[in-house]
């Protein structure tokens, strides 16, 4: 079967997809190769809410308050805004969600959407490398990372520690920065609560699993995961 093809089946026999793993586990990287190998929308919870906010219903207004105040959306309005997406999918299509759900009271408010947890395991000590290796576009939020790859950064500057001072994107020539909470401090609560509070959706999911390794290169994990899908839909359907 070529991937066009596994595309416009997956449409036919599954659903929406859970994308489920910890800091630094490369969800956005993993993201872009899914939804086109799968012929899938992208579902961001940012995106769900300027939907809402554009419709210029009484939530979208409520929602856009807080938005351009820059405080936290509330739970209940983020749970409706993927729940009201994945009622009325764009274009007909199921889709991959991106930063959702983070605790078993989210999932147990789409459970009866998804067909697919896509688990991306990757151990604590490998999130705390990747986390304090990371740099973002200022302009775009791409991610790298200036210890496993600073032949993609121009002008990398580093301390006597070996710590980031400053960089340019390769790409667009924007100014890198680092992420205010991206200290070890910081990334070790972030990991701390992804065990306490998402991870367990794990045990909870009731639909097709897969697990990836993504501790190796993008290539492999893509590989990986095109190899794993491909095993599931074949047993389900020969």
Known sequence: MNKTQLGKDFQNYYGNIILLGPQGSG????????TILLNLN?????????AIVAKGTKEGIKIKKYMDSGAHVPDEYVVASVVNTLRNPTNGRYGVIDGFPRNIMQYNAIRS?????IHLNLSDDECMERGLGRVLDEETGE?????????GIQGLVLDDKGSFVSGYSMITGNKLIVRSDDTREGLEKRIELYHSTTEPIINEFDGTLINLDVSKTPKAIQEQLYQKIMLVFNNTHC
């Open 27 to 34: 969800k956005g990287t993993l993201l872009p190769f899914l």
């Open 42 to 50: 992208a579902l961001g919870t940012g995106d769900m809410l300027r």
């Open 113 to 117: 959407y998804i067909s697919t947890l």
């Open 143 to 151: 991610i790298f990372n200036y210890k496993k790859n600073p032949e």
